[in-house]
């Protein structure tokens, strides 16, 4: 009899414990299921669809269902990639061998991507203070920065040939090149479709109006 109640305590024991363990994996998974939906929702306006849940997944906690917070949080990983675009270029200059138009174009790149940056950054700092009685105003700036920043991005490599000059019949040396230039295209194309991702944020923001980024944010 005492083996039998004993055997009941440890069946009824071993079922709480693992009713405890599913219903916390079951809240696990919801709770990641909704950090999923969040991002997939503010990225269903944008382009690039999953490059921009790639890119913004981590700020689903913070970010929720606030336009304001994933349009900041879209700006924000912008200048992070606009960035690494940028000492790209640097390191190209300073290890030289572009010659001719390459070497212009270089040049012509790099001034345009801190131009790309400027603009970046004025975005930012309007969508941390964003007003109710600029709002209106607020969102067409921070359209035209964006949009300037894009183009800047697009017009980059406009300036380079692709078929690498002949540089003392030295191959390695034009092979080398192509690649690098073939590489700044790939980095340049990426970092421009993270940027027209966060341009469809932005205004997004700006469709669902002042109201909408109050009542959001303060919750």
């Known amino acids: 009899?005492?083996?039998?109640?004993?055997?009941?305590?440890?069946?009824?024991?071993?079922?709480?414990?693992?009713?405890?363990?599913?219903?916390?994996s079951g809240q696990m998974v919801l709770a990641k299921g909704n950090k999923n939906g969040y991002v997939r929702e503010a990225c269903s306006v944008t382009r690039y669809q999953e490059l921009c849940v790639h890119s913004l997944a981590q700020f689903s906690n913070t970010a929720g269902t606030s336009p304001s917070k994933w349009a900041r949080a879209g700006v924000s990983v912008t200048i992070g990639e606009v960035k690494k675009v940028r000492a790209f270029l640097a390191q190209l200059k300073r290890n030289g061998g572009f010659i001719g138009r390459n070497r212009a174009a270089l040049s012509d790149c790099a001034e345009v991507f801190d131009d790309a940056l400027d603009e970046l950054?004025?975005?930012?700092?309007?969508?941390?203070?964003?007003?109710?009685?600029?709002?209106?105003?607020?969102?067409?700036?921070?359209?035209?920065?964006i949009s300037a920043a894009l183009t800047d991005e697009d017009t980059c490599l406009d300036g380079f040939s692709f078929q690498v000059q002949d540089n003392n019949n030295n191959n390695n040396h034009n092979n080398n090149k192509k690649k690098q230039i073939k590489l700044l295209q790939r980095r340049v194309q990426n970092v421009s479709y993270i940027t027209s991702n966060a341009l469809a944020l932005v205004n997004k923001l700006a469709t669902t109006g002042i109201e909408s980024f109050v009542d959001q944010d303060k919750s």
Do not use: E, P, Y
Request: net charge positive; proline share 0%; hydrophobic share 55%.
């Open 1 to 24: 009899m005492v083996i039998i109640s004993r055997l009941m305590l440890l069946h009824a024991l071993l079922l709480l414990f693992l009713s405890s363990f599913l219903a916390s």
């Open 121 to 145: 950054h004025r975005s930012l700092d309007v969508l941390r203070k964003l007003s109710k009685t600029t709002f209106s105003t607020q969102m067409g700036d921070l359209n035209t920065w």
